[in-house]
């Protein structure tokens, strides 16, 4: 069958991917299934929302091409297609960032309100691991921790930042990472980390982005 403008048709598939992006709630879920793969009703849980409504969303992102399936039992697990999701994911955020005045609004009300200090960076975190010059925490859920982090993290939800603080032995700065360079958690951490009295700071980025990076992960025993 010919095409009488392939230009227009090329355009027409990019934008089925574009619409199905368009979604803030498919955005969260994006960042959940980039943790690792999810079955309707944990992801479900995990986003507090209806199997139906989760469902219904996970369809639009499979025919994007951006989620892939796979049985597993009585359990649909859902995956993030390639790599070149999360690059896609990236691209519209820093474009939010650069050009909206809303999000820096957002950044500035709420995340800058939690940690205005210079994060840490990718090279400055392996550096400071490899001389033992930082505790490195992982403030997710220990499903997602079990999924695969950081070699030589710690998980310390952020429920547990105080018994831990506590009870650790702490003589050097903490670092605290979650799910991406936005994710609440790890601003929560930080937070909470120097109200205590503790040096902290956090990764720039998260987990997702680290395992891009082709960085050494480590997996819970």
């Known amino acids: 069958m010919s095409i009488r403008n392939p230009k227009q048709a090329l355009y027409e598939q990019f934008a089925i991917v574009a619409k199905a992006l368009g979604h803030p709630l498919r955005l969260e879920m994006i960042e959940h299934l980039a943790q690792g793969a999810r079955s309707v009703e944990a992801l479900a849980a995990k986003l507090a929302q209806p199997v139906a409504n989760i469902s219904q969303h996970l369809q639009a992102l499979r025919r994007a091409g951006i989620v892939s399936a796979e049985r597993d039992g009585k359990f649909v697990r859902y995956t ?3 790599e070149s999701v999360l690059a896609a994911f990236a691209s519209v955020r820093g474009v939010a960032e650069r050009h909206l ?5 957002i950044v500035r009300g709420y995340f800058e309100a939690r940690d205005n200090m210079r994060p840490v960076g990718r090279e400055e975190l392996q550096a400071l691991m490899r001389d033992g010059l930082v505790t490195l925490i992982d403030v997710r859920p220990p499903d997602e921790f079990a999924f695969g982090h950081v070699p030589g993290a710690i998980n310390v939800p952020l429920g547990e930042i105080k018994t831990w603080s506590a009870n650790a032995s702490i003589d050097r700065e903490v670092v605290a990472y979650c799910r991406g360079p936005w994710c ?4 929560e951490a930080v937070a909470a980390l120097r109200s205590l009295g503790l040096a902290a700071r956090r990764l720039d980025e998260g987990m997702p982005e680290w395992k891009a990076a082709g960085l050494p992960v480590e997996m819970a025993a």
């Not at 005045?101 to 609004?105: I, K, L, Y």
């Open 184 to 187: 609440v958690m790890s601003f």
């Open 80 to 82: 993030l297609a390639d």
């Open 101 to 105: 005045a809303e999000v820096d609004r």
